[in-house]
Protein backbone atom coordinates (compact mmCIF):
# COMPACT_ATOMS: atom_id res chain seq x y z
CA UNK A 1 0.00 0.00 0.00
CA UNK A 2 1.12 3.53 -0.62
CA UNK A 3 2.08 5.65 1.91
CA UNK A 4 -1.00 7.66 2.58
CA UNK A 5 -1.12 11.38 4.48
CA UNK A 6 -4.21 11.83 6.89
CA UNK A 7 -5.10 14.26 8.98
CA UNK A 8 -7.02 12.47 11.69
CA UNK A 9 -6.24 8.93 12.48
CA UNK A 10 -8.69 8.15 15.26
CA UNK A 11 -8.06 4.86 16.91
CA UNK A 12 -11.29 3.69 19.16
CA UNK A 13 -14.69 1.56 19.28
CA UNK A 14 -17.22 1.30 16.55
CA UNK A 15 -20.81 0.60 18.37
CA UNK A 16 -23.90 -0.29 16.29
CA UNK A 17 -26.90 1.32 18.85
CA UNK A 18 -30.14 -0.42 18.32
CA UNK A 19 -32.76 2.01 19.46
CA UNK A 20 -35.89 1.51 20.68
CA UNK A 21 -38.69 3.59 22.07
CA UNK A 22 -41.36 2.82 24.22
CA UNK A 23 -43.64 4.57 26.86
CA UNK A 24 -42.10 2.38 29.53
CA UNK A 25 -39.70 -0.56 30.17
CA UNK A 26 -41.16 -4.28 29.73
CA UNK A 27 -40.61 -5.97 32.87
CA UNK A 28 -38.65 -9.41 32.82
CA UNK A 29 -39.97 -11.01 30.34
CA UNK A 30 -42.58 -9.22 29.01
CA UNK A 31 -43.31 -8.20 25.60
CA UNK A 32 -44.82 -4.67 25.19
CA UNK A 33 -45.30 -2.20 21.91
CA UNK A 34 -42.63 -0.10 21.15
CA UNK A 35 -43.30 3.20 18.77
CA UNK A 36 -39.87 3.83 17.10
CA UNK A 37 -36.87 2.07 16.60
CA UNK A 38 -33.79 2.59 14.79
CA UNK A 39 -30.36 1.51 14.05
CA UNK A 40 -27.69 4.13 14.77
CA UNK A 41 -24.07 4.27 14.32
CA UNK A 42 -21.70 5.45 17.71
CA UNK A 43 -18.97 4.28 19.72
CA UNK A 44 -16.68 7.04 21.07
CA UNK A 45 -14.02 6.49 18.69
CA UNK A 46 -16.57 6.35 15.52
CA UNK A 47 -18.13 9.67 16.26
CA UNK A 48 -15.56 11.43 16.67
CA UNK A 49 -13.72 10.25 13.58
CA UNK A 50 -17.00 11.24 11.54
CA UNK A 51 -17.29 14.67 12.85
CA UNK A 52 -13.83 15.20 12.00
CA UNK A 53 -14.30 13.67 8.22
CA UNK A 54 -17.56 15.75 8.13
CA UNK A 55 -15.81 18.98 8.53
CA UNK A 56 -13.26 18.04 5.98
CA UNK A 57 -10.34 16.07 7.47
CA UNK A 58 -8.90 13.39 5.49
CA UNK A 59 -9.73 11.36 8.09
CA UNK A 60 -9.19 7.19 9.00
CA UNK A 61 -10.62 5.03 11.33
CA UNK A 62 -8.43 2.20 12.75
CA UNK A 63 -10.58 -0.33 14.56
CA UNK A 64 -12.13 -3.88 15.02
CA UNK A 65 -15.15 -4.50 13.84
CA UNK A 66 -17.05 -8.10 13.78
CA UNK A 67 -17.29 -10.37 10.89
CA UNK A 68 -21.23 -10.08 10.72
CA UNK A 69 -23.64 -7.75 8.64
CA UNK A 70 -23.57 -4.89 11.87
CA UNK A 71 -19.69 -4.58 10.71
CA UNK A 72 -20.55 -4.46 7.40
CA UNK A 73 -22.72 -1.54 7.81
CA UNK A 74 -20.22 0.31 9.60
CA UNK A 75 -17.78 0.02 7.18
CA UNK A 76 -20.32 1.17 4.94
CA UNK A 77 -20.94 4.05 7.05
CA UNK A 78 -17.60 4.80 7.15
CA UNK A 79 -17.29 5.08 3.50
CA UNK A 80 -20.36 7.40 3.26
CA UNK A 81 -18.62 9.74 5.19
CA UNK A 82 -15.66 9.45 3.30
CA UNK A 83 -13.54 7.75 6.28
CA UNK A 84 -10.71 5.62 5.03
CA UNK A 85 -11.52 2.36 6.09
CA UNK A 86 -8.36 0.15 5.23
CA UNK A 87 -7.23 -0.38 8.51
CA UNK A 88 -10.87 -1.38 10.00
CA UNK A 89 -10.51 -4.77 10.61
CA UNK A 90 -12.59 -7.80 10.75
CA UNK A 91 -12.75 -10.58 13.44
CA UNK A 92 -15.22 -13.74 14.46
CA UNK A 93 -14.06 -12.81 18.06
CA UNK A 94 -16.27 -10.72 20.11
CA UNK A 95 -14.78 -7.04 19.74
CA UNK A 96 -13.77 -5.21 22.78
CA UNK A 97 -14.38 -1.78 23.88
CA UNK A 98 -11.38 0.78 24.35
CA UNK A 99 -11.03 4.12 25.06
CA UNK A 100 -10.71 6.20 22.39
CA UNK A 101 -7.53 7.78 21.17
CA UNK A 102 -6.74 10.21 18.62
CA UNK A 103 -3.35 11.09 16.74
CA UNK A 104 -2.93 13.22 13.71
CA UNK A 105 -0.33 13.34 11.69
CA UNK A 106 1.02 16.23 12.81
CA UNK A 107 2.41 14.37 15.56
CA UNK A 108 -0.58 15.71 17.84
CA UNK A 109 -2.38 13.54 20.05
CA UNK A 110 -5.46 13.94 21.69
CA UNK A 111 -6.55 12.10 24.72
CA UNK A 112 -9.87 11.61 25.58
CA UNK A 113 -9.97 9.34 28.83
CA UNK A 114 -13.78 7.63 28.43
CA UNK A 115 -14.49 5.13 30.23
CA UNK A 116 -12.47 7.04 32.26
CA UNK A 117 -10.77 4.76 35.90
CA UNK A 118 -9.34 6.19 38.72
CA UNK A 119 -6.16 4.85 38.26
CA UNK A 120 -5.33 5.49 34.75
CA UNK A 121 -1.97 4.77 33.43
CA UNK A 122 0.13 7.67 34.60
CA UNK A 123 1.98 7.70 31.01
CA UNK A 124 -1.67 8.89 29.55
CA UNK A 125 -0.93 12.51 30.92
CA UNK A 126 2.34 12.86 29.91
CA UNK A 127 2.54 11.12 26.58
CA UNK A 128 -0.83 13.13 25.51
CA UNK A 129 -0.91 16.46 23.52
CA UNK A 130 -4.22 17.70 24.51
CA UNK A 131 -6.11 15.63 27.36
CA UNK A 132 -9.40 16.18 26.86
CA UNK A 133 -12.26 15.03 28.99
CA UNK A 134 -15.78 16.15 30.95
CA UNK A 135 -16.63 17.05 33.86
CA UNK A 136 -17.35 13.53 35.35
CA UNK A 137 -14.42 12.40 34.23
CA UNK A 138 -12.47 14.91 35.41
CA UNK A 139 -13.96 14.15 39.04
CA UNK A 140 -13.21 10.77 38.91
CA UNK A 141 -9.93 11.13 37.86
CA UNK A 142 -8.61 14.03 40.59
CA UNK A 143 -10.94 12.61 42.83
CA UNK A 144 -12.85 16.25 43.34
CA UNK A 145 -15.53 17.06 42.55
CA UNK A 146 -16.23 18.98 39.18
CA UNK A 147 -19.29 21.14 38.91
CA UNK A 148 -18.32 24.77 38.00
CA UNK A 149 -15.73 27.03 36.32
CA UNK A 150 -13.57 26.98 39.42
CA UNK A 151 -13.69 23.64 39.90
CA UNK A 152 -12.84 22.47 36.95
CA UNK A 153 -9.72 25.22 36.85
CA UNK A 154 -9.01 23.53 40.53
CA UNK A 155 -9.31 19.59 38.54
CA UNK A 156 -7.12 21.19 35.42
CA UNK A 157 -3.91 22.32 37.44
CA UNK A 158 -3.98 18.70 38.96
CA UNK A 159 -4.01 17.01 35.55
CA UNK A 160 -1.46 19.21 34.93
CA UNK A 161 0.93 18.45 37.81
CA UNK A 162 0.18 14.72 36.76
CA UNK A 163 2.05 15.64 33.45
CA UNK A 164 -0.13 16.62 30.50
CA UNK A 165 0.65 19.44 28.99
CA UNK A 166 -2.90 20.92 27.70
CA UNK A 167 -5.86 19.81 29.52
CA UNK A 168 -9.54 20.96 28.36
CA UNK A 169 -12.34 19.99 30.59
CA UNK A 170 -15.55 20.23 28.81
CA UNK A 171 -18.82 21.49 30.96
CA UNK A 172 -21.79 20.94 28.65
CA UNK A 173 -24.18 25.10 28.66
CA UNK A 174 -20.92 26.19 31.00
CA UNK A 175 -18.14 25.43 27.35
CA UNK A 176 -14.92 24.14 28.56
CA UNK A 177 -11.97 25.52 30.34
CA UNK A 178 -8.37 25.75 28.51
CA UNK A 179 -5.31 24.77 30.94
CA UNK A 180 -1.30 24.72 29.52
CA UNK A 181 1.47 23.90 31.31
CA UNK A 182 3.59 26.78 29.94
CA UNK A 183 0.79 29.35 31.15
CA UNK A 184 0.01 29.85 34.76
CA UNK A 185 -3.76 30.76 33.51
CA UNK A 186 -6.19 28.61 33.07
CA UNK A 187 -8.83 30.26 30.47
CA UNK A 188 -12.91 29.48 30.58
CA UNK A 189 -14.46 29.53 27.04
CA UNK A 190 -18.31 30.28 27.69
CA UNK A 191 -20.33 27.90 25.45
CA UNK A 192 -23.22 29.93 23.05
CA UNK A 193 -26.55 29.23 24.23
CA UNK A 194 -28.62 26.89 22.46
CA UNK A 195 -31.63 24.57 23.02
CA UNK A 196 -30.54 21.85 23.70
CA UNK A 197 -32.80 18.74 22.72
CA UNK A 198 -30.30 15.82 22.98
CA UNK A 199 -26.78 16.24 24.24
CA UNK A 200 -25.70 12.60 23.43
CA UNK A 201 -22.34 12.55 22.11
CA UNK A 202 -22.03 16.26 22.76
CA UNK A 203 -18.35 15.38 23.71
CA UNK A 204 -17.32 13.53 20.86
CA UNK A 205 -18.65 16.21 18.39
CA UNK A 206 -16.50 18.64 20.49
CA UNK A 207 -13.32 16.40 20.27
CA UNK A 208 -13.71 15.20 16.50
CA UNK A 209 -14.09 19.12 15.70
CA UNK A 210 -10.90 19.62 18.07
CA UNK A 211 -8.95 17.06 15.77
CA UNK A 212 -9.96 18.93 12.88
CA UNK A 213 -9.16 22.06 13.92
CA UNK A 214 -5.93 21.09 15.45
CA UNK A 215 -5.11 19.16 12.01
CA UNK A 216 -6.03 22.17 9.90
CA UNK A 217 -5.54 25.04 11.72
CA UNK A 218 -1.97 24.10 13.36
CA UNK A 219 -0.99 27.52 14.39
CA UNK A 220 -4.53 28.91 15.92
CA UNK A 221 -4.39 29.35 19.70
CA UNK A 222 -6.09 26.47 21.39
CA UNK A 223 -8.95 28.87 22.90
CA UNK A 224 -10.27 29.61 19.75
CA UNK A 225 -9.75 26.06 18.94
CA UNK A 226 -11.86 25.12 22.14
CA UNK A 227 -14.36 27.67 20.82
CA UNK A 228 -14.96 26.58 17.43
CA UNK A 229 -15.12 22.99 18.51
CA UNK A 230 -18.37 24.05 21.27
CA UNK A 231 -19.92 25.78 18.42
CA UNK A 232 -19.65 22.76 16.26
CA UNK A 233 -20.64 20.72 19.33
CA UNK A 234 -23.26 23.09 20.07
CA UNK A 235 -25.40 22.63 16.72
CA UNK A 236 -24.63 18.81 17.56
CA UNK A 237 -26.83 19.16 20.72
CA UNK A 238 -29.99 20.76 19.12
CA UNK A 239 -31.08 17.81 16.59
CA UNK A 240 -31.73 14.34 17.89
CA UNK A 241 -29.20 11.27 18.08
CA UNK A 242 -25.62 10.89 18.13
CA UNK A 243 -23.78 11.19 14.98
CA UNK A 244 -27.31 12.16 12.95
CA UNK A 245 -26.85 15.52 14.86
CA UNK A 246 -23.35 15.81 13.51
CA UNK A 247 -23.22 18.97 11.39
CA UNK A 248 -21.20 19.05 7.63
CA UNK A 249 -19.21 22.09 7.21
CA UNK A 250 -21.74 23.09 4.27
CA UNK A 251 -24.47 23.50 7.58
CA UNK A 252 -21.49 26.05 9.69
CA UNK A 253 -21.12 29.38 9.36
CA UNK A 254 -18.19 30.29 7.07
CA UNK A 255 -16.62 32.15 10.07
CA UNK A 256 -15.85 28.67 12.04
CA UNK A 257 -13.33 27.93 8.97
N1 LIG B 1 -26.57 22.45 26.47
C1 LIG B 1 -25.53 22.90 25.76
N2 LIG B 1 -25.51 24.16 25.29
C2 LIG B 1 -24.47 24.64 24.58
N3 LIG B 1 -23.37 23.92 24.30
C3 LIG B 1 -23.31 22.66 24.75
C4 LIG B 1 -24.38 22.07 25.51
N4 LIG B 1 -24.04 20.81 25.83
C5 LIG B 1 -22.81 20.61 25.28
N5 LIG B 1 -22.37 21.71 24.64
C6 LIG B 1 -21.07 21.88 23.96
O1 LIG B 1 -20.48 20.60 23.80
C7 LIG B 1 -19.25 20.51 24.53
C8 LIG B 1 -19.10 19.11 25.11
O2 LIG B 1 -20.24 18.80 25.89
P1 LIG B 1 -20.19 17.97 27.26
O3 LIG B 1 -21.61 17.83 27.69
O4 LIG B 1 -19.24 18.60 28.22
O5 LIG B 1 -19.57 16.58 26.78
P2 LIG B 1 -20.01 15.06 27.13
O6 LIG B 1 -20.94 14.66 26.03
O7 LIG B 1 -18.73 14.30 27.15
O8 LIG B 1 -20.65 15.12 28.48
C9 LIG B 1 -19.33 21.60 25.58
O9 LIG B 1 -18.03 22.05 25.95
C10 LIG B 1 -20.12 22.68 24.84
O10 LIG B 1 -19.28 23.45 24.00
C1 LIG C 1 -18.76 12.28 30.42
O1 LIG C 1 -18.45 11.30 29.45
C2 LIG C 1 -18.79 9.97 29.85
C3 LIG C 1 -18.25 9.03 28.77
O2 LIG C 1 -18.72 9.38 27.50
C4 LIG C 1 -20.30 9.87 30.05
O3 LIG C 1 -20.64 8.57 30.47
C5 LIG C 1 -20.71 10.90 31.11
O4 LIG C 1 -22.12 10.88 31.24
C6 LIG C 1 -20.26 12.30 30.72
N1 LIG C 1 -20.49 13.23 31.82
C7 LIG C 1 -21.25 14.32 31.72
C8 LIG C 1 -21.31 15.19 32.92
O5 LIG C 1 -21.87 14.60 30.70
Redesign the pocket.
Known amino acids: MTEEAFDVIVVGSCMTDLVSQSQRLPKEGETIHGHNFFIGFGGKGANQCIQAARLGAKTTMVAKVGKDSFGESYIQNFKDNGVHTGFVGQTSDAATGVASIIVTDAVTTIFNPAPAIPDLDPDFYRVSDVFCC??SEAELLTGSSVSNVEEARCAGQELLRRGCSTVII????Q??VVLKAQESTSKHVP????T?VD????????IGALAFYVAHYPTMRLEEVARR??QV??VS?QAMGTQSSYPHKRDLAAELF
Open positions: NETMGPGCATPVATTGAGDSFAGAGV
